[in-house]
């Protein structure tokens, strides 16, 4: 009897699991589809990792940022935003079950973060490059 207690409440466990990682990704698939219904071809997490260590000079300090310039390179643990010292939480979905669950906040902070760091808005392959990246942590 102790094991089938066991076997059930692990069976729930895994089904809640399931539920959420269900519900984030049917937004970050739609955000995705999105992308590629504006002329984005296959996404490559691949690529959105080199961008993501990619090194791009500002005129403004620090006068060279990467995307770990704020978010370091463990994207399970919290970062800091280098001009002001905000806390931000972790990216990993796996650490944060909080990210891409929202399409608003997502366009929001690739907005900000791709003009503070590139200098420039992100392509729609470069966001989708990034979130398939961010997305496999």
Request: charged fraction near 25%; include cysteine; proline fraction near 2%.
């Amino acid at each position: 009897m102790r094991n089938l207690k066991l076997l059930l409440l692990c069976a729930a466990i895994v089904g809640c699991a399931a539920v959420a990682v269900y519900a984030d990704n049917s937004v970050l698939s739609k955000v995705l589809e999105r992308y590629q219904a504006e002329g984005a071809a296959s996404f490559s997490a691949e690529n959105g990792e080199k961008m993501w260590t990619q090194k791009f000079n500002s005129d403004e300090e620090p006068l060279i940022r990467s995307c770990t310039t704020c978010h370091g390179t463990d994207l399970s643990k919290q970062g800091s935003h280098a001009k002001t010292g905000k806390i931000i939480e972790a990216l990993a979905p796996s650490a944060n079950p909080e990210r891409f669950t929202d399409e608003e906040k997502i366009e929001k902070w690739f907005n900000r973060n791709c003009k503070w760091t590139l200098g420039r808005e992100c392509t729609v392959q470069e966001k989708g490059d990034f979130l398939s990246f961010l997305s496999s942590k």
